[in-house]
C-alpha cells in the first residue's frame, strides 16, 4: 500500500477545488450582508445567482469523484477509510448540534451528509469511468424530464423530518456530479482549467472541510460586529 505522505497531490484538483472554496466564501458573505439587511440580493430567487450557487456546489462534487479515483489508483483505502469516518462523526455531530439548536430546521441531509453517501456509492465506480458517467447522465435526464427516482423514499420519513431545513441536497441528482467526477479523473479536462497554480487558491482546496465548518463564524461574526457598530 502506498503510504498517503508520497501519493503526488493532484495541483488542478486543488486549485479547481479552491475556486469553489473562494466562490462559496463569496457567496455566503452576501447570505449573510443580506440578513443584517447590508444588501437585498435574491440568491435564491434570481436564476443567476442559483445556477453560481450551482456551480459552486458541481465543482466540490466533481472533486469528491475525482478524489475518488485517486485514492484508488494509488490504494490509499486507509486514507480513503479514515476520512470517511471523519466524514461521519463530522456528519453526525451536525445533525445533532442542528436539532439541538434549531429543531424547526435541523440538516438532516446537507452537502456533507450527500458527500458521504455519494462517497460510498460513486466508490464502486472508480474503475468504470463510461459506466459512471451514462448513470450520471441517465439522473440528470430523469431530473429533467421529472420521472420518478429513489428520492421518493423520503415521503415515509416525512413525519420525523422539519418541512423545512437549514441544508439540504438530495442525493438525486447531486449524486451525478459525484459521477461525473470519476469520469473527469480519466479524462481531466479540468487539468486545462486550472493551471495557474495560485498558491492562495491550492490552499483553500487542500483545506476545504476546515475552512467550511469554520468560515461563517468568522464571516457572520465580522458582519454582525459591523451591524452593531453602524445601529
Not at 439541538?100 to 440538516?107: A, D, N
Not at 454582525?224 to 445601529?231: E, I, K, P, T, V
Request: aromatic letters at 18%; one cysteine or more; charged letters at 10%.
Amino acid at each position: 500500500m502506498t503510504s498517503h505522505s508520497h501519493i503526488h497531490r493532484d495541483v488542478a484538483l486543488d486549485e479547481m477545488r479552491g475556486y469553489g472554496v473562494l466562490m462559496m466564501i463569496v457567496f455566503h458573505l452576501i447570505y449573510d450582508l443580506n440578513y443584517f439587511h447590508f444588501t437585498q440580493i435574491a440568491l435564491f430567487q434570481d436564476t443567476a445567482y442559483i445556477l453560481w450557487r450551482w456551480t459552486i456546489v458541481a465543482i466540490f462534487l466533481n472533486a469528491v469523484g475525482i478524489t475518488l479515483v485517486i485514492k484508488y489508483r494509488y490504494a490509499d483505502f486507509k486514507h480513503f477509510s479514515k476520512c470517511l469516518i471523519k466524514l461521519a462523526i463530522v456528519v453526525v455531530l451536525l445533525s445533532l448540534l442542528t436539532y439541538l439548536s434549531v429543531p424547526k430546521q435541523w440538516i438532516y441531509f446537507g452537502i456533507l451528509h450527500l458527500i458521504l453517501l455519494s462517497s460510498l456509492i460513486a466508490f464502486f465506480f472508480v474503475k468504470y469511468p463510461n459506466i459512471a458517467f451514462i448513470v450520471a447522465a441517465s439522473i440528470l435526464i430523469a431530473k429533467f424530464f421529472n420521472l420518478p427516482d429513489l428520492s421518493i423514499l423520503s415521503l415515509s420519513l416525512q413525519g420525523f423530518l422539519p418541512s423545512s431545513t437549514l441544508d439540504f441536497y438530495p442525493l438525486f441528482p447531486w449524486l451525478a456530479m459525484v459521477l461525473t467526477g470519476v469520469y473527469l479523473a480519466y479524462h481531466p479536462w479540468y487539468k486545462k482549467i486550472f493551471f495557474t497554480q495560485f498558491g492562495v487558491l491550492q490552499f483553500l482546496g487542500r483545506n476545504a472541510l476546515v475552512v467550511y465548518l469554520t468560515h461563517q463564524i468568522f464571516l457572520f461574526g465580522g458582519v454582525y460586529l459591523a451591524a452593531q457598530m453602524m445601529s
